[in-house]
């Protein structure tokens, strides 16, 4: 079973570009999350997606967007980018519908995208 | 807000050496709870889950955490490491019971074995 496949894996912007990143989850998985890692901050929440509709949101400016395609893939977009903006974004997906609304769901992640504003 | 915290922000152990990790949350409700490991290189990969029950739960490579539930704490413990455990371990916590299905993750702890 293929996991979670996150594309471009390296990337190099410049500021004030804008950028589109995206996750295919595990097969049969509907919930997708996105999370920013930096070195200073850590791993950190940006947003989730389930059947196409956003259900959660973390504190991160509106230049951070996203969304979920009826094959349950992915993509972030990062517009106007900063310098901070650098770090790796981590794609999860989740099991499918009855299990995420219990709650008891685990998380697979992917191996992320390195992006690089100069 | 959710906060998750591990204390330990470098351990250098030698092999053979006992290893115990403390994770502390702040949510006072239900909770789902994780670690995860980040090898160098490579992918978060999910170590140990607790969802319910036994609050002793046995995860990967010999690793096991223990919830404590009137302390908020989830502690990752193995009884002999390896110098193939050197990575960064994260826990995480799901809040259960609000519907929000985010993961709020600790700042991670860098665990470097000694051969």
């Known amino acids: 079973k293929a996991g979670v496949t996150q594309t471009p894996r390296y990337l190099i912007k410049t500021r004030g570009q804008q950028v589109t990143l995206s996750c295919s989850p595990i097969s049969g998985h509907r919930s997708v999350s996105w999370y920013q890692q930096t070195p200073g901050q850590g791993l950190q929440f940006l947003f989730e997606y389930f059947s196409e509709t956003q259900r959660n949101k973390g504190n991160f400016p509106g230049r951070f967007s996203g969304r979920q395609f009826s094959n349950s893939r992915s993509e972030m977009n990062v517009s106007t980018l900063e310098l901070g903006d650098s770090a790796l974004y981590l794609c999860?997906?989740?099991?499918?519908?009855?299990?995420?609304?219990?709650?008891?769901?685990?998380?697979?992640f992917g191996q992320g995208t390195r992006l690089t504003v100069v | 807000a959710q906060s998750v915290s591990q204390h330990n922000h470098h351990v250098i152990l030698s092999e053979a050496a006992s290893l115990e990790l403390g994770c502390n949350y702040s949510?006072?409700?239900?909770?789902?709870l994780f670690w995860y490991v980040q090898y160098p290189g490579q992918h978060l990969q999910l170590l140990l889950k607790?969802?319910?029950?036994?609050?002793l739960v046995k995860g990967i490579k010999g690793f096991e955490a223990e919830f404590i539930k009137s302390k908020f704490s989830f502690n990752l413990r193995k009884p002999s490491v390896q110098w193939s455990d050197t990575a960064e371990y994260f826990c995480?916590?799901?809040?259960?019971?609000?519907?929000?299905?985010?993961?709020?993750f600790g700042s991670g702890t860098r665990l470097q074995v000694q051969p």
């Open positions: 949510y006072g409700g239900t909770v789902n």
């Open positions: 999860a997906s989740s099991l499918g519908p009855v299990l995420v609304e219990t709650g008891n769901t685990e998380a697979f």
């Open positions: 607790y969802f319910s029950g036994d609050p």
């Open positions: 995480a916590v799901r809040e259960k019971d609000t519907g929000r299905r985010a993961l709020t």
